[in-house]
């Protein structure tokens, strides 16, 4: 598991209407000017400020605001998804209208997408292409030929179902590539599903069982051996949730780190076979980290413990399951009935739109590359640049002001923040796809050699130096991420456009927008796992030791804010399990913040739509962040997510921050008022 910081979950997402309340005039066929930038009428301005600064300024939006039925939530992010998710369509579209010769990246985006969106062919073939695998497992005797197989169907580009395979930078050795291997198995978004007894977990579990009965009906078995199977698949990740990590420990980067060689790894688990699993790769790794081995000691026990039978059953649904969306319609159907028992979405999605979020996970950087050369501006980087350097003075100042750490620390921190590699737009280097064969008559066929093609790259950088130029998400993202190992700050095209920013917009709306996600992703570099490396992407501390335990009382004081806070009356917020994303969002809005009253709009006083300019900063960012989520998918958040809910991703940050109390004249009597001395001021 690549193991980077993205400024949001990754919504599953696209849309179908818009409501930002926003005003454009359009001046010709391609370009549209912007007038207004704030929405004014989304505020509730009944609430007070200082009671809930979320619902005060998007309180009227959220009362307005339908939920699409096709989607689990609504908001700001999901807006600008949808925009992008119609750019990319027509140009796509346009792509494959244009007969460019085979291999042309024309091609292979507009062929691959129509392969996608044919779904006579797809209805016609029914279960056929997953046939060959499915009989390979039937005949299967003992867990040694099945392990076997499963290192061979991996090596024919279907990733293996009990191996989660990346290949990362070394986090002691930030420069060299080596193999990863971390927890999986399970069909639940994480362990707990499995044993709690709350009517949600109960509801998963039947969920799950109904999804794996259906699935082994619509490969031709009978009702009661289909039943059968299912509680036998739901025993099995049973016993494999137990030796799970949970969400909040798998964010300890020391306990991830485990580093052997594959003589040491193969001694340790005979029964997984990693010489197998290597082997039929062709490569030998000097040395391989394995971040949570509690799953794979346990997998080795269960692989010769747990009857044959039950092993086929959970491989053969596991194959079906993760090919499901490229089957026809009973297979996609199954799918999105257990898909939104944790998403809450009521209609499935149109074709078009999963087809093109497809492309973009598939062929990204071929899509990409239409998508910037149509929406990606050189003055929008330039404008970028600026905003980028401009925060990083600022977080430097606020380094060099901090009250609680020693100066020795304060160098190495700044020595840290000056060597951040800024990516902004799009890569420098475009990956190519020559052993990517796209046929529009064979949509599964597509999908595996895509998946041929990600797991080649993968396998040639095991020993390799890390490429920095790379990029962990493609051109059009709505998103953006801090990645420790590279110490760098990374922000796709798809994000830099309004309500995060606009080339018209007055600086404390880019400032509260962008501004806020620039000092987020930055901030990242000195959360409570990423201040574990140092400016080269080393795991190795720097702090004076009496300055990390200065740093761990006050992130302990801010895991304790967050617990405190609840959705739905009694679920509360993981404070542990959020803890980095909300030290991120509370130094994001100061370092913002004090970058904003260096530009001239924040130094003065002049009032627009009637806010002041510090008022405007802030209703800016409060306004990025709404978001209405389906009850289903903000459960499932609560669980696996470590983003706060958006209400405290507002709120939090904001009830810590001084000038936010005088922008707002907010009073000791106020909900979200905290007593100076209380106030989290780490970054
Ligand atoms: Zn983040």
Known sequence: MKFILPLMFMYAFAFTSCNTGDKTITTDSKLKVRTSFFDKTGMDTIIKPGDNFYTYANGSWFKSVVIPDDQSGWGSIYTLFENNQKNLKSLIENAAKSNSPIGSLEQKTGDFYFAGMDTVIIEKKGAEPLKPII??????????????????LNAEGNSHPLLAFSVDADEKNSSKYIPTFSQTGLSLPEKSYYTRSDSASIFARN???????????????????????????????????????????????????????????????????????????????DSINIQ????????????????????????????????ATTLNKDFRDANFSFSKVFNGQK??????????????????????????KKYFSEDSKKRMDDLVNNLQKSFAARIQKNEWMSDSTKQRATKKLNSFLKKIGYTSKWKKYDDVVIDKNDFFGD??????????EKVGKIGKDVDRTEWGMTPPTVNAYYNPTNNEIVFPAGILQFPFFDQNADDAINYGGIGMVIGHEMTHGFDDQGSQYDEKGNMNNWFSKEDLSKFKAKTGAVIKQYNAYTMFDTIHVNGALTLGENLADIGGLAIAYDAFKMTKQGMG??????????????????????????????????????????????????????????????KETDQMYIKPENRSKIW
Not at 259 to 279: D, I, R, T
Not at 294 to 321: D, H, Q, V
Not at 625 to 649: A, Q, V, Y
Request: hydrophobic share 40%; no cysteine; net charge positive.
């Open 135 to 152: 009989s390979r497992i039937d005949s299967v005797k003992n867990y040694k030929d099945l392990i076997n197989l499963l290192a061979k």
């Open 292 to 323: 949570q081995p509690e799953y794979y000691r346990a997998l080795n026990e269960l692989l010769a413990s747990l009857p044959i039978e039950a092993w086929k059953n959970k491989i053969k649904f596991a194959y079906i399951s993760a090919n």
């Open 605 to 666: 006083n002049d009032k627009i739509d009637g806010l002041t300019p510090d008022q405007r900063f802030f209703l800016s960012f409060a306004q990025i962040w709404r978001l209405k989520d389906r009850d289903e998918n903000m459960i499932t958040r609560m669980n696996t997510d470590p983003h706060s809910p958006e209400m405290f991703r507002i709120n939090g940050p904001a009830s810590n921050f001084d000038p936010f109390y005088a922008a707002f004249n907010i």
């Open 207 to 285: 969920a799950l069982l109904g999804y794996a009965k259906k699935m082994f009906i619509l490969i031709g078995t009978d009702n009661a051996t289909a039943a059968k199977n299912a509680d036998a698949i739901l025993k099995l990740e049973t016993a494999i949730a137990i030796s799970h990590r949970t969400p909040v420990e798998t964010r300890d980067p020391q306990k991830n780190y485990n580093k052997m060689s594959a003589a040491e790894l193969q001694k340790n688990q005979p029964n997984v076979n990693w010489a197998a699993f290597f082997s039929e790769l062709k490569v030998t790794p």
């Open 347 to 372: 209609t499935d999605q149109e074709r078009w739109k999963k087809m093109i979020t497809r492309v973009d996970e598939g062929l990204g950087e071929l899509s990409g590359q239409l998508y910037v």
């Open 447 to 456: 999908a595996l050699s895509i998946k041929r093609h990600f797991l080649k």
